[in-house]
C-alpha cells in the first residue's frame, strides 16, 4: 500500500499526487519522494502532466511548479 485516504487525485507520467479530505497534498515519483510526502495544504484540485503540477487552493489561488521545485502562485484575475 502506498497511500490511503485519498479523496482526489492525479497522475502525471512520471509522479503522482493525491488530496486528502482535510485539504493536504501529497506527491511522490520523480522529482518528488520516493514515499508520499506533503507538498501542500488547503487544496481543493489538483492536475498533472508530464513534469509539471498545478493546484487550486480553497481560498481560489492557483500555484504551478515544474518536477519537484517549489511550488509558485500564479496571476488570477
Known sequence: LVF???????T????????????S???WGEGFAT???VVMQRVSAV???DT???AITTAG????WDGGGTPRRL???
Do not use: E, F, K
Open 4 to 10: 490511503s485516504g485519498a479523496v482526489a487525485i492525479a
Open 12 to 23: 502525471g507520467s512520471r509522479h503522482s499526487l493525491a488530496i486528502r479530505a482535510d485539504g
Open 25 to 27: 497534498l501529497w506527491a
Open 35 to 37: 514515499q508520499p510526502a
Open 47 to 49: 492536475a498533472a502532466g
Open 52 to 54: 509539471a503540477t498545478i
Open 61 to 64: 489561488a492557483l500555484w504551478q
Open 75 to 77: 496571476a488570477w484575475p
